[in-house]
């Protein structure tokens, strides 16, 4: 963070994010993605399993437009979840 | 001749100790060593825990009143497992006729889960611009660690609250984006409003521009 905070020596309140900041998705390339996902929520009363497919898609989105780092579906969680195919299979880092 | 091998032995296994130590203690975690690579975020990390109670995660937003945009969450709640990664929303909008960069902060409630929920991405720490009357989402990848199922304090928690603060974003004397707010109120959206702080170091009698530390009065 560039901005000062109070130092502790115990885990911080707020730790930066793991991988930075998600580009902003100025011509909402993937905003029907974000709408599949929110009503998927609406309909499973607002539990995130159901809809971890739709997160998968989304995030894919960001991924194939530039507005997401790729990243190997293991390393963000979603290894074991259905969804849009993966394109980029089991590659070595 | 055997002695002085001996002390030359020595000498060097005193030597080596140093490096040999600090892989063994990086290797096995022994004595609080922390183990680094991915730290929370190595990918066995992130599964469900099937069976484990839902835990749920409200989110709120707030503005500071010097930035011209609305900001809000597209879902009230999400309810997670630990473990699991999953996805919210918010949506701001840039409601002035000039581009605007702001930057968010945030703090979880209850501060004893603040250091089981780990963002994987978000938007927040870093400026976001937006141009006179955009509008855009603002994604959330986030899960809370399955470590607070042994955490005898934090395991029972149902309820977690995630409160984003949109600030206007100014530039400081090192030319770093800051919000452009008091100090207070930065501090009471990062969760730091029930702890004391100490006087702030006045660097603006340094000329030269070196930042010596002069004490408090």
Request: charged share 25%; hydrophobic share 35%.
């Amino acid at each position: 963070m560039s901005f000062g905070r109070p130092g502790s020596s115990q885990i911080l309140q707020a730790a930066p994010p793991d991988r930075g900041s998600f580009p902003l998705d100025h011509d909402g390339e993937c905003k029907a993605m974000m709408s599949a996902y929110l009503k998927c929520l609406k309909e499973n009363k607002s539990a995130s399993t159901p809809c971890r497919n739709l997160t998968k898609g989304y995030l894919d989105c960001r991924m194939q437009r530039g507005l997401m780092q790729k990243e190997e579906w293991e390393n963000i969680g979603l290894g074991a979840v259905n969804g849009s195919p993966d394109s980029r299979g089991a590659t070595k880092k | 001749m055997y002695s002085a091998a001996t002390m030359l032995f020595a000498l060097g296994a005193s030597y080596a100790a140093v490096p040999l130590y600090r892989a063994f203690c990086a290797a096995t975690g022994y004595a609080g060593t922390p183990k680094t690579g991915m730290g929370k975020f190595e990918p066995e990390r992130l599964h469900p825990v099937t069976g484990a109670r839902r835990i749920k995660v409200t989110f709120n937003s707030a503005t500071s009143e010097a930035l011209p945009w609305t900001f809000t969450p597209q879902q009230k709640h999400v309810w997670v497992l630990p473990g699991e990664t999953s996805l919210a929303f918010y949506t701001a909008k840039n409601t002035s006729k000039e581009d605007v960069i702001g930057i968010a902060t945030y703090n979880v409630l209850p501060d004893r889960v603040a250091p089981y929920f780990a963002k994987v991405e978000c938007f927040c720490f870093e400026e976001q611009k937006l141009l006179a009357g955009e509008e855009v989402d603002m994604p959330l990848f986030f899960f809370i660690d399955k470590d607070i199922l042994d955490d005898p304090g934090a395991r029972n928690v149902t309820d977690v609250v995630l409160n984003y603060t949109f600030f206007k974003a100014r530039r400081n004397k090192q030319g770093h984006l800051e919000p452009d707010a008091a100090k207070d109120v930065v501090d009471a959206s990062l969760g730091w409003s029930h702890y004391e702080h100490a006087e702030p170091i006045d660097s603006s009698s340094d000329a030269k521009g070196d930042t010596a530390v002069k004490p408090s009065a």
